[in-house]
């Protein structure tokens, strides 16, 4: 690990260096900005460092690099033959902040790179975005208990830290590509399950690899479908008990209870899987614990398949979210869902539940209670046929692009504030007279503070604009900037002044933004680290 070290700091890019540390070189910076002897400390305090893995798109020092879990469009992912494999993954040319909501599936992600006594390298700003107390439970549930700090230093300019942690996870072998094609059924559409089993055995190179189709209904129920040559379908009779309630917990169990294969893919019979499956499922990665697969309908429109809930007590609203984002009131929409064998006979279905009971998000809160976080596979794809138009239109659609926030509309009335805390709770009286300096200056983007959507009141309309006043924290040093996105535009920062003590932006919002209802997605940096319980957005009449 020494030598790696050396070798390391010998070959870090020439970037600017970064200023003097007591008993510390002088070291150029990295790619992101961190100085390089933060990433030497790092690696020196972890047990083991042979096979390290920069998670970004240039690597220093010759270190293996993937971007997968910064992309998007790559469902944050790394390339599937770097599961398990590493002692140390480093999160530094980004800070994990700058995922937004999604940070869990970039952090689940750099913990499938590790293998059992693995370590992460995290930078990491305070604020809004990742609280260290939801980020620290997480790895707590994921470790049993066994994750600790190796090492926590300062970035100087940046106004992040650097985490060592850890992660001791029990050891996981990487399943091979071998399916277990599950599907429920109450016998009363011989057809669907003929359309499913056809589906798997249609599948490209189905043939080449293990797999079964298990179907679990009532007797007589696969007789049309079984093949004495293939010998690939088995009936798992339905239990007698419960069938006018549609036991549908209990017969996901005993699917899964039989299943022969590590992976094992669950669905109602409306259902069926496409050409394309197991290429799909081979570029997204058999490492997986709870997977939602790509759903559409039978003339090609995306179902809801990626979706969340507004909470757990009212189930309300249920939202179709953007391929994009995540949410923590995300669950793994039980129409059909792919999960490692094991993950499900660990947490299996509730059997208290039946159809039609938000079986499916009782079961994802009891894995996420695991720390495991549900994914989506956008290679992997389903389709199904819409047996109640109700299933769809009971989703709200979110465009893709923008942070998933699914706390109710704000309706505070104009001149009072809109309620953007993190628990969606409280609301605040009409402002007072702006009052406090002003400062100027030229826009810096490096610390990210926040992200928040909130939807502008219907007392707006027919404004010519409007002004927002974000109320960011204590006030931070006289040379603070602060830089503001407002649905991926920059917006000029009018004025920067301390109002009671906090640190306040104001901003012009024009009439194309200034639009009753319409949600606006902020984004917010600043050059110093700003602290904060809450975020306070105060609207008034402008233009």
């Known amino acids: 690990m020494t030598a790696l070290v050396g070798d390391l700091v010998a070959d870090l890019p020439d970037l600017p260096g970064v200023p003097d540390l007591p008993g510390v070189p002088d070291l150029p910076a990295l790619p992101g900005g961190v100085p390089g002897h933060v990433l030497a400390a790092a690696l020196a305090a972890c047990p083991a460092a042979e096979r390290v893995l920069w998670v970004g798109h240039v690597a220093p020092g010759g270190l293996d690099a993937d971007a997968g879990p910064l992309d998007p469009a790559r469902d944050r992912r ?11 993954a480093v999160l530094l040319e980004e800070d994990l902040a700058a995922a937004g909501s999604c940070w869990p599936l970039v952090v689940d992600e750099l913990l499938r790179a590790l293998r059992p006594d693995g370590a992460l390298v995290l930078r990491l700003s305070r604020g809004l975005v990742v609280h260290r107390h939801e980020l620290a439970g997480m790895l707590h549930a994921r470790t049993g208990g066994r994750v600790r700090s190796l090492l926590r230093q300062p970035v100087p300019g940046l106004g992040a830290e650097v985490d060592v942690l850890s992660v001791p996870q029990t050891p996981v072998e990487v399943p091979p590509l071998a399916v277990s094609f599950a599907v429920i059924t109450d016998g009363r559409q011989p057809e669907r399950v003929r359309a499913f089993v056809e589906s798997v055995r249609a599948a490209e190179g189905m043939s080449t690899v ?18 004495e040559v293939l010998g690939d379908v088995r009936l798992v009779e339905q239990p007698a008990e419960h069938t006018d309630r549609g036991w549908i917990t209990r017969k996901k169990n ?29 570029a997204y990665g058999t490492d997986l614990d709870l997977v939602v697969p790509r759903q559409t ?9 990626w979706t969340a809930i507004g909470s757990d007590t009212t189930l309300f609203p249920n939202v179709e979210m953007p391929y994009d984002g995540y949410s923590a009131q995300v669950y793994a929409n039980g129409g059909v869902v792919l999960g490692r064998t094991d993950a499900l006979r660990a947490t299996p279905w509730n059997e208290a539940l039946f159809w039609d009971e938000a079986e499916d998000v009782e079961l994802t809160r009891r894995f996420q209670a695991r720390g495991l976080v549900p994914r989506l596979a956008r290679a992997v794809q389903a389709t199904t046929v819409v047996t109640r138009p109700a299933q769809v239109a009971a989703f709200e659609r979110r465009p893709a692009g923008t942070e998933v926030d699914l706390r109710p509309a704000p309706r505070a009335p104009l001149g009072e504030a809109v309620p953007v805390r993190a628990d969606g709770s409280g609301l605040l009286v009409a402002p007072p007279a702006v009052r406090g300096r002003t400062r100027g200056g030229a826009v810096a983007l490096a610390q ?27 006030a931070a040093g006289a040379d603070c900037v602060v830089a503001v996105t407002v649905n991926t535009v920059d917006v000029p920062v009018r004025d920067l002044f301390v109002w009671d003590d906090v640190l306040t932006v104001r901003l012009t919002l024009g009439p194309d933004l200034a639009q009753a209802h319409h949600t606006l997605r902020v984004r ?20």
């Not at 309908?297 to 398949?305: A, E, F, S």
């Not at 926040?450 to 006043?469: C, F, H, I, K, M």
């Open 210 to 227: 293990p797999y079964e189709v298990l179907v679990c209904g009532p007797a007589g129920c696969v007789d049309h479908v079984t093949s």
């Open 448 to 474: 990210l503070l926040t992200e928040v959507s909130l939807t502008l009141p219907g007392e707006v309309a027919g404004l010519p604009g409007l002004e927002l006043l974000l109320r960011l924290g204590p």
């Open 78 to 88: 790394l390339d599937p033959a770097r599961h398990r494999g590493y002692d140390v």
């Open 297 to 305: 309908t039978t003339d090609g429109t995306r179902y809801p398949d």
């Open 524 to 543: 917010i940096r600043s050059t110093e680290p700003l602290v904060a319980d809450e975020l306070e957005v105060v609207l008034l009449p402008g233009g």
């Open 254 to 282: 005993l699917l899964v209870q039989v299943a022969q294969h590590p992976l094992v893919l669950v669905a109602h019979d409306r259902y069926t899987v496409a050409p394309t499956f197991l290429a799909g499922l081979a």
